[in-house]
């Protein structure tokens, strides 16, 4: 039987770092934000329905989509956030759900949806928290403070800008309280990874 897990983190928390692990050890990995590139490709109609809200400007010469310029309109902009969130995630949550079955079918133990709005979406009774019969969730933790600094070594923004993004989410330590497991992922890479074993055993059934 497939063990469906969700797991979510905050900006700058290190989740695609335990995303590797966990494939490495195994379990089919969803990536939800994978999964809105590939929907927002050149060409793509949701690429289309964004321009139509947001501004043509956001599509660059080649085609593709600023998401630079997208990001510091609905970072700063409740409303707007909303309206991208109710166009993206129907076709996003619908995906995920077919490659989800897709694993199922395929025998696959240990299945991972990385889901950045999880526990958002579980705040409020809706969205991939309600749509997916989940054995556990997991946070990938690290402190409020270490989010801004790797966020602004990681985008080159500036740490008013962080605590910007970090607002249009949960604060992570309310994510904590919501979550079954929790990886901290402020410390060393071998300590992240020791976790990371653990729980994958726990969930498989492993000693």
Request: net charge negative.
């Amino acid at each position: 039987m497939a063990h469906i897990i969700g797991l979510s983190g905050g900006i700058g928390s290190g989740k695609s770092t335990v995303l590797r692990m966990l494939a490495e050890l195994g379990a089919t990995v969803i990536d939800a934000d994978a999964i809105v590139h590939e929907l927002q490709a050149p060409g793509a109609p949701l690429l289309t329905r964004i321009a139509a809200a947001f501004g043509d400007e956001l599509i660059r010469p080649d085609g593709s989509l600023d998401r630079e310029g997208l990001g510091a309109i609905v970072f700063r902009d409740d409303e707007a956030r909303q309206r991208l969130n109710a166009m993206v995630h129907p076709a996003v949550g619908a995906e995920m759900a077919r490659r989800t079955q897709a694993a199922v079918e395929a025998g696959t133990a240990v299945i991972v949806l990385d889901i950045p709005l999880l526990y958002e979406g579980a705040k409020r009774g809706a969205g991939a928290s309600a749509a997916f019969d989940f054995a556990a969730t997991v946070l990938v933790w690290v402190p409020p403070e270490v989010q801004v600094e790797r966020t602004v070594a990681r985008d080159g923004c500036d740490r008013g800008e962080a605590r910007r993004r970090m607002q249009a989410q949960l604060p992570i330590d309310e994510k904590r309280d919501l979550a079954d497991y929790v990886i901290d992922n402020s410390g060393t890479p071998a300590e992240t990874e020791e976790q990371v074993r653990a729980l994958y055993r726990r969930l498989t059934g492993g000693s």
